[in-house]
Each structure stands twice: as C-alpha cells, then as structure tokens.
C-alpha cells in the first residue's frame, strides 16, 4: 500500500531534549516536505527537499534541521525543542516538484513540549 | 501569492449531492486548482485537482470556472464518511508548497 509513515504519532518532551521524527514514503517519490498545522494559522511548510541531498526552507524553518540521506526518508529534527514547536506535524510526498502532482500525507505526530 | 476563499461551512444530507464553492480571482495562468480533505485526526487526503478543464475521479469531480476565477468541488452522493475540512489550494506548476488555509467544514446529517 502505498504511504507516506510517522513516527512517533505522539510524542511529550521536556524543553531543550533533542528529538527526531521520522517520515518514510514507499512510493519512490523524489519530493518530500514538513509541515505544521496550528488551530488558526493552517498548514505552514517547515523545510522542504527535492532530491536526495537537496533540502531548503520553507516559511517556519526556525529552530528545525532535516537530512534527506536516501530518497525514502526525510527526517524533522528539533535539537533544542521549545514550548512554541507545541504542535501537529505533517509529512508529505509526491512524485515530482510542481502544482500537477497530487501529495501524499503522513497521519501526523503530535508534539507537545514542556 | 493567489489565495483562495471558501465558505466555513457546509451542511448535506446523506446520500445527496454536495457542491463545495472555491473563489480564486486572482489566479495566474499556470496555477493548478487543488483540493484536499482533513477527517478529524487524520492527515489532509488528496481529493483532485485541474488546470483548465473539468475533471472527474472515484471521488469527485472539479468544475472550474471558464474565466478559472472560481471552481466547484462536487461531491456525488455524500455519506457519513464525507465529513471533513475541504481546502481549495492553488499550487503554480513549478512549486509545491501547500499552504492551507481555513477551509469549508462539511457536515453530512443521516
């Protein structure tokens, strides 16, 4: 079945403690993104990569790193996680880069720092 | 950057047709028409999308606008399963950064 997985989908941190949230798709996808949705701001893109390699930033890249060392996962890293990074996060794929591809959701992980 | 504008809320009754509006005056010649649904605690789902002519999948269809300044997302038969947040995004052909806005709530009564 063709997916874009999460992991974890739930997650309760301390501030300052580093973690990773994974993203796998297994569709061979060449376009990968992050996003965070907030109850009145939408959906708003943290980083984003075209390729393996190729990574740049969306509109809310601050305090985010990513990697994209092979062309199914895409890694969202908070190295020092603050109460403001208290979130629902997204993983998305597709295809190719540009408005006729359709995206592939992940089901979210929902971060909450104290 | 072209945006969107969109009802709500929407009420439908099951198994009825339901017809979703989206607003988009101001949208460029290569700019693609999408929409994506969000269930409650769940990832946006992609629903469809077009450029210029009307499209049809196994779950909708897209009416669009001559002028392309407006479009239509229509639901056939609507069930329970149905409800959710509905967003009409408009996404240039070389780009790809979804940006969601409130979008139209839909609820289906039995």
């Known amino acids: 079945e063709a997916q874009v997985t999460q992991n974890p989908r739930y997650l309760i941190t301390v501030t300052g403690k580093k973690l990773t949230v994974t993203c796998s798709q297994n569709m061979n996808h060449e376009y990968m993104s992050w996003y965070r949705q907030d109850p009145g701001l939408g959906l708003r893109q943290i980083y984003y990569s075209m390729n393996v390699e190729v990574t740049d930033k969306g509109d809310v890249p601050e305090g985010y790193k990513v990697s994209r060392k092979e062309k199914r996962n895409f890694p969202l890293i908070l190295e020092s996680p603050s109460p403001n990074q208290t979130s629902l996060y997204f993983c998305?794929?597709?295809?190719?880069w540009g408005g006729g591809t359709e995206a592939f959701f992940g089901q979210g992980t929902r971060l909450t720092v104290v | 950057d072209a945006k969107t504008t969109q009802p709500n809320s929407m009420e439908s009754n099951e198994e009825e047709p339901v017809h979703l509006p989206c607003n988009h005056s101001?949208?460029?010649?290569?700019?693609?028409i999408h929409w994506y649904r969000q269930l409650p605690s769940q990832g946006p789902e992609y629903v469809i999308h077009?450029?210029?002519s009307n499209v049809n999948n196994r779950m909708a269809s897209l009416a669009i606008a001559e002028d392309r300044k407006s479009s239509t997302l229509i639901l056939h038969r609507a069930t329970l399963r149905d409800a959710a947040v509905y967003y009409c995004?408009?996404?240039?052909?070389?780009?790809?950064?979804?940006?969601f806005g409130g979008g139209t709530r839909l609820m289906v009564k039995p």
């Open positions: 995004i408009l996404l240039p052909h070389a780009g790809n950064m979804l940006t």
């Open positions: 998305a794929s597709s295809l190719s």
């Open positions: 077009g450029l210029t």
């Open positions: 101001t949208i460029s010649g290569t700019d693609y």
